[in-house]
């Protein structure tokens, strides 16, 4: 489930994110300047994800590494994402925990590198 999440995000496919998440997701996550929380899949992407992570502008080029595994009871997933936008080309990492209930994610912590510039 975390390597669908990843792909979605990478393609900026909204209706696939949506159907993946539970309709009451505990969503925590962590960027370098602030903690966000959301309870519903469309707080989630449309305000969260897409409202301030990514914005339109953000062409994300690559989906350049995918890792997945469980920590006990909780899926994990790293992925990594080039991403060109009007300030240049930017690598992005995120590292992301979640759980499963009736084949959709419930409970997701997301943590950020944030936007990290890699040309001049």
């Known amino acids: 489930m975390g ?3 990843a792909r979605s995000l990478s393609t900026k496919d909204r209706d696939g994110l949506i159907g993946l998440l ?3 997701i505990d969503f925590r996550g962590m960027t370098p300047g602030r903690v966000w929380e959301a309870a ?3 707080e ?3 305000d ?3 409202g301030h992570w990514f914005e339109p502008s953000d062409h994300i080029e ?4 995918i890792e997945t595994g469980e920590v006990a009871d909780r899926e994990r997933v790293g992925y990594r994402f080039h991403i060109r936008n009007p300030d240049g080309l930017h690598l992005v990492e995120q590292q992301a925990y979640l759980s499963v209930a009736d084949g ?4 997701l912590r997301i ?3 944030g936007f990290r510039r890699i040309d001049s």
């Open 111 to 113: 943590m950020c590198s």
């Open 22 to 24: 539970a309709d009451d």
């Open 3 to 5: 390597e669908q999440f």
């Open 104 to 107: 959709r994610i419930d409970w």
């Open 44 to 46: 989630l992407i449309d």
């Open 62 to 65: 690559s989906l350049d590494a």
């Open 48 to 50: 969260v994800i897409f």
């Open 40 to 42: 519903t899949p469309a």
